[in-house]
Nanobody, 122 residues
Framework: QVKLEESGGGLVEAGGSLLLACAPS????????MGWYRQDHGKQRELVAT???????NSADPAKGRFTISRDKEKNLVYLWMSGLKPEDTAVYYC????????????????WGQGTLVNVSS
C-alpha cells in the first residue's frame, strides 16, 4: 500500500517563501502524475500544480509566476516552491499522485497525503 507524506508547511509572513515536499512510502510499480492541491476552510479542494512522469507541468492561475513544481523522478519526490506568498494562499496543501501498484494492474490509483498546513499572515 502506498502512502504519501507532505512536509514543509508552516507559518510565514506575506511575501515570504516556503518549500513543500512530498515523498511516497510503501511498495509500488510506478507513479505517473504527481501534484499539489489545496483546500481552505469551507472551500473545495483546488489544483495548484501537477507534473507528469515525463516532466510536463500544469499549474492553476494563482500559482503561475509565484509557485514552481519540480520532481525527482528517480526518487518519486515532488516539490512545490512557493514565493511571494499571500494571505489568500493560506490552506491545507495536499500531495496527490497516480500510482500503479503492480505492473499487472489495469489502472492507476489516486493516492493522497494527509496534507500540510500553510498559513500566510498579513
Amino acid at each position: 500500500q502506498v502512502k504519501l507524506e507532505e512536509s514543509g508547511g508552516g507559518l510565514v509572513e506575506a511575501g515570504g517563501s516556503l518549500l513543500l515536499a512530498c515523498a511516497p512510502s510503501g511498495t509500488f510499480f510506478t507513479i505517473n502524475t504527481m501534484g499539489w492541491y489545496r483546500q481552505d476552510h469551507g472551500k473545495q479542494r483546488e489544483l495548484v500544480a501537477t507534473i507528469t512522469a515525463g516532466g510536463t507541468e500544469n499549474s492553476a492561475d494563482p500559482a503561475k509566476g509565484r509557485f514552481t513544481i519540480s520532481r525527482d523522478k528517480e526518487k518519486n519526490l515532488v516539490y512545490l516552491w512557493m514565493s511571494g506568498l499571500k494571505p489568500e494562499d493560506t490552506a491545507v496543501y495536499y500531495c496527490g499522485a497516480e500510482v500503479l501498484s503492480r505492473w499487472s494492474d489495469s489502472a492507476y490509483l489516486e493516492v493522497w497525503g494527509q496534507g500540510t498546513l500553510v498559513n500566510v499572515s498579513s
